[in-house]
């Protein structure tokens, strides 16, 4: 099952796996052994150099914490930004998706204030603020 895939949807979702992986501080080494595959198998599904079938992608949503959906939803065009409620426009990434998919989860309203308010002095901490 080694067939890379031409239209290059099978290194979106390896782009997607990996930077899910990194986010959620694993190596290719623990993906792996909560799939029951070598940490050689997880590099070639990130680099789109194997294809990955549903159950086996199933399993990388389940381990990562995200429903499977995340790895079909269609990437934005190259160039394409999302606008922010202050005005500027920031790039549309896997983990800015995946920040708002969650974050849409929440219903308490103090949690979700919370939630923004540390989003906010962590981007003041980055800007040198």
Not at 44 to 65: D, N, P, V
Not at 104 to 124: G, M, N, Q, T
């Amino acid at each position: 099952m080694s067939d890379t895939n031409k239209d290059g949807s099978a290194g979106e979702i390896g782009h997607r796996i990996k930077s899910l992986r990194r986010s959620a501080g694993l190596s290719q080494a623990n993906l792996g052994n909560a799939l029951g595959v070598t940490f050689q198998q997880v590099q070639k599904y990130e680099s789109g150099r194997s294809k990955i079938a549903a159950e086996k992608l199933h399993r990388i949503a389940q381990a990562l914490g995200v429903d499977i959906n995340y790895f079909y939803e269609s990437k934005p065009e190259a160039g394409s930004a999302e606008k922010s409620p202050d005005g500027t426009y920031s790039q549309a990434t896997p983990e800015s998706a995946l920040f708002k998919e969650s974050f849409d989860k929440i219903k308490d309203p103090r949690a979700r204030y919370l939630l923004a308010e540390l989003a906010r002095v962590f981007s003041e901490i980055e800007s040198g603020r």
